[in-house]
């Protein structure tokens, strides 16, 4: 195999759902939802025995935030309104999200490949890219044993792409799914990649195929075959050409082992649609809390922000965003929520809303915070 690279991404199978059936296991082979709340947490029966919540019982405006196999043969896929869902698959069971557990056993499988391939790209709680070009072994062998690695250390099950760049190993990590293991090289390019449809290639998103398919491109090998001057027509020129390299399988990004967060947010959706004068106090205390969040957050990852930015969603679904630059880096939950109380200001406040968000960005570690000198949070005290 002569690569110059030898690139793998990994990807937990339903990764969340799958910790919960850890804990679960009568569940398994049945279909499984998680995005409950702590009503949903199942009951111990005297027999010992679990009684679980079903989806058709479910009330309120969440979104599924995974499901298993089963539950998605039945049409229900994560970011699914929970209502819909529920129409779908109204004997699913239904399980409370623990964001806990996932981020215990996110860190144990990271750990267990780590032990065999050191060079990492975090790309979340449940997928990382892995540099495999300096480590010792077959192509194959090699992502075995980080599989049963991973196995061993969490009981869970994983599905790995190994190929020339990170491009083409995020594709056929989803090839053989769920506990996969697949080699695409350059030659493979024509036979395996091209068949499939454009959606599949990372970084095209619902608009841009939208619109290839509009121009007859379905799949990636007439993404690879077509007149470039017509993608440049349609999609300008820095785009045209990243379509032509990418249908072609060509790829150069490093796997880049350490990343800066680009943000830390908080956002909640309400039960019920809420008024700013007559749910006022409840509505001052949800915006306060996701302050405070946020700055946990920044706490617990040890990073300050410049940049304080809010979100609303109104009942009809429109969104607004609106931002704040301080001064200097703060991780303070005071000045976050007074920085976001100006920001509030500058958003039309008439109509009911579902959904209020809270966002710091501009980050630097608390290190360069401390240099960059106070956050002067007294220029917000009259906010």
């Not at 792409?161 to 390019?189: F, M, Q, R, W």
């Not at 395996?192 to 990372?202: A, D, E, Y």
Request: glycine letters at 8%; proline letters at 5%; aromatic letters at 6%.
């Amino acid at each position: 195999m002569d690569w110059p690279r030898r690139i793998a991404h990994l990807d937990m199978d339903a990764f969340y759902a799958s910790v919960e059936l850890l804990r679960y296991p009568e569940l398994r082979g049945l279909p499984v939802v998680i995005g409950g709340g702590g009503r949903h947490q199942p009951r111990e029966l005297p027999d010992g025995s679990r009684e679980f919540s079903r989806l058709r019982d479910y009330v309120g405006r969440g979104v599924i935030t995974t499901s298993t196999y089963e539950a998605r043969a039945l049409g229900v896929f994560s970011a699914m309104g929970t209502m819909k869902a529920a129409a779908l698959a109204p004997d699913a069971i239904l399980l409370p999200v623990d964001f806990d557990s996932y981020r215990k056993y996110s860190r144990l499988f990271k750990a267990a490949v780590a032990s065999i391939a050191p060079q990492i790209e975090d790309r979340g709680i449940d997928e990382i890219y892995l540099d495999l070009t300096e480590v010792e072994g077959e192509t194959r062998e090699l992502a075995q044993r980080i599989k049963d690695a991973v196995r061993a250390a969490t009981g869970l099950s994983c599905s790995i792409g190994v190929a020339p760049n990170k491009l083409l190993a995020k594709i056929c990590s989803d090839l053989e799914k769920p506990n996969g293991l697949t080699v695409v090289g350059y030659d493979d390019v024509p036979a395996r990649i091209w068949p499939l449809q454009v959606r599949k290639v990372n970084g095209i998103g619902p608009k841009a195929e939208k619109k290839l398919v509009a121009l007859g491109i379905d799949t990636v090998g007439q993404l690879a075959s077509a007149d470039p001057s017509l993608l440049q027509e349609h999609f300008g020129l820095n785009y045209a050409e990243w379509l032509q390299r990418i249908s072609h399988g060509r790829d150069e990004r490093a796997v880049a082992t350490r990343s800066e967060p680009k943000g830390v947010s908080r956002e909640t959706t309400f039960s019920r649609d809420l008024h700013v004068k007559r749910d006022r106090a409840e509505l001052s205390e949800i915006f306060t809390r996701l302050c405070q969040k946020v700055a946990d957050d920044l706490a617990r990852k040890r990073y300050a922000g410049r940049t304080v930015g809010i979100k609303l969603r109104y009942a009809d679904f429109r969104t607004v965003t609106r931002d704040l630059t301080l001064p200097a880096p703060t991780a303070d939950a005071a000045a976050i929520r007074r920085a976001a109380g100006e920001c509030l200001r500058r958003v039309p406040l008439d109509d009911r809303l579902r959904l209020l968000g809270v966002r710091m960005s501009a980050l630097c570690t608390l290190d360069e915070a401390a240099k960059a000198g106070p956050a002067q949070g007294d220029l917000f005290t009259n906010l």
